[in-house]
């Protein structure tokens, strides 16, 4: 049994323990034990949530519990949040995080802690979210020198900028929107004017310069306050869109740079397609090239299972700190289900004309029709299994092939 | 210092004795400690190659010396290969490998005696190249049920597909063609064939399902050799791309089910802008959602770059074992070049019909008109330093804006 405390039961708190128990199955089976939450430390009590018996207000119960191995901050910010990992690591703790100004502020001090101590300090959450990209960054790429970072890790300026396009309303209107919907702050700050980038930037050049610290304060910021209407027009005239970019650079024999400010991207790009509250994450390595990690940068779960992955990584005895599980063969003769069964997608084309024919053949799924030419017609039909699929297509007298959206 | 054998100087064994090399002062960084290759094991001689010294014909050499304790099996098959990684799991070394096939075929038995004796058997490289995907889905979401995957992980077909489409060729035409530059074997049905794209999709869904094996002889598998003009043709007047795509799929309490196809893949999708040779993987979980993976799926350095990934993980001492560095405060007051010296490419934009004007001002620089619209006119600037930026922009009465390609 791996014990887990979880500092501060916001949104990413409520996350972490919310994952650990719908997927409580299949983490155990990854650990070969189970994981559990043992106390949620917060100041507030959470009366009728399903975690409500875990709760305490006493910090020394967690700190001073030697069963507790693995303690999760989510306080947020740089004042409790610090005192309490500093705490935590000197009692050699493995602390697990989310807060990016934490680790980008005191990083250097607080990785000293936790090697002084036969502990560890691991962030994976705290850029890009739900994203793999620590890891990635450190360990699969450490053979690489990093030339390059160019990432959109900032969700609510992604929103905020690819909102004004679709919607044709002023940055002001579109803050405002995204502040009901809960996608940017009530004080917005931190987020628009760049300084939550500048932090996961801060974050990623010290890895990629393999320890030597960027700080934070020597990250040239430009947000996306002062981005007009009128630049987000001409940005679709010139076949580009405005994203705010978090750039490190570090080039054959030059320094490495690092900035973070809006920049028109080239609609081409794999950036320019990242819309919403969307991240994606440019890296490229000498040997390797460009590569790129894509998914949600922020939300309750999307961030917990960057935390969860964390923890277990936190917790693995190192004689099975391996990144390979266990195979074994099962009692099935096979795992998987037989391909006739499993239900697929397809596009469906027969010849000209035959469109109504097709969309009545296959009235017992959804379908769709996508095309009614000269040359054919064909309908895409959803949900059907593998085994029913030539017998009405040869009804039709048509072709198919997989569709996927 | 921590030596390395490699077994089999082919591409991506001669990959791997440069990365290893070019990149050695930022391994040894990593490290801490130098990483060597001590031994080249390989039936021929390499005659002026840097590495010609190391070469041995002496399997027992490698196989006998306590100093090493990393392997690098670049052989490829299931054959030799297969021998010497049992040989060299037993004597408790750890064995990297790029072999697909290997670890498809026999990774249950493999991965059963690394752990009997103590070490381990690592194959980042053996799906998607260069692309971080293994260590991704195994450890950083390890708190999700995998509930997806989805992914071109064959560059030599994607290459023929995106070729078909954008040459007009036929797929007989676009292979030779392919076989001529290199990208295709004299033989390609292993390719071709969906073969190679079976035995990754066995990996993905054998980490997926957390260690329950999925044969490549279940896993259904329809190649590209099928595919015609067109086909190609019609993909795009129904605003898709063929793909041929490695599916696993693991919902609600279905049975879990894989396969390998050519997909219409819609332009919506994350997968329809990955051309070439380039590979791309999505993976959703059920907590992070879905997430993807980018880059290139093979080749000589961006292979060996998941190889070294891997060699370093191996190598790591367990207390070590963490993925963060230790960080440090420099003697430089800071790390990074100051904003004002870093160069970057900006759009400029000034009034109606000046387009001239700026393209004469920036003449120091890669200028290129983009946009000459009744509203303004535009150029992109390549390559100017920050510094620069402003006084010029003045000049012409304009304004200016970073650009990204």
């Known amino acids: 049994m791996i014990n887990v405390a979880i500092l501060g039961f916001g949104v990413v708190g409520a996350g972490v323990a ?23 430390l917060d100041i507030r009590d959470f009366p009728g949530s399903p975690f409500e018996s875990l709760v305490t207000h006493d910090a020394d119960q967690v700190f001073g519990d030697p069963d507790v191995s693995v303690i999760v901050e989510t306080i ?22 989310s807060n990016k100004e934490l680790v980008a502020t005191h990083g250097v001090e607080l990785m000293q802690i936790a090697k002084d101590n036969g502990c560890r300090y691991l962030f994976e959450a705290a850029v890009g979210g739900g994203i793999p990209i620590i890891r990635p960054l450190h360990r699969c790429l450490a053979g690489n020198k990093i030339m390059r970072i160019a990432g959109i890790v900032n969700g609510t300026t992604n929103y905020i900028l690819t909102n004004m396009r679709t919607s044709g309303l002023s940055y002001e209107e579109v803050l405002k929107q995204a502040q009901e919907k809960g996608y940017a702050e009530q004080d917005p700050t931190a987020d628009v004017e760049g300084i939550d980038a500048q932090r996961k930037l801060s974050i990623l050049s010290s890895i990629a310069l393999e320890g030597d610290y960027v700080s934070p304060d020597e990250i040239h910021t430009d947000g996306i306050s002062g981005i007009t209407l009128n630049d987000i027009n001409f940005a679709t005239k010139i076949n580009c869109s405005i994203k705010l970019l978090a750039v490190f650079s570090h080039m054959d024999d030059k320094k490495p740079s690092a900035y973070v400010a809006p920049h028109f991207v080239a609609r081409k790009s ?17 040997a390797v ?67 109504e024919n097709l969309v009545d053949k296959f009235s017992a799924y959804t379908v769709k029709s996508v095309w009614d030419g000269n040359d054919c017609s064909a309908v895409i039909v959803f949900g059907i299994a593998h085994k029913d699929i030539d017998p009405l297509v040869k009804s039709v007298e048509g072709s198919w092939m997989h569709y996927m959206e």
């Open 76 to 97: 947020g910010g740089a004042r409790i949040a610090y005192e309490y990992t500093k705490r935590a690591l000197s009692a050699g703790k493995c602390v697990v995080t």
């Open 270 to 286: 794999q950036l320019a397609p990242v819309e919403g509250v969307f991240n994606a994450i440019l890296v490229k390595g000498n």
């Open 18 to 40: 919310e994952v650990l128990s719908m997927n409580e199955d299949k983490i155990s089976r990854h650990m070969g034990e189970e994981v559990k939450v043992k106390y949620i």
């Open 289 to 355: 090239g460009t590569t790129m990690y894509y998914g949600r940068g922020a939300g309750k779960l999307p961030t917990a299972s960057a935390v969860v992955g964390d923890i277990l990584e936190a917790a693995l005895p190192a004689e099975r700190n391996a990144y390979t599980s266990d195979w074994h063969f099962t009692d099935a003769s096979r795992v998987t289900a037989d391909y006739d069964d499993v239900v697929t997608n397809i596009v469906v084309r027969a010849k000209a004309g035959s469109v």
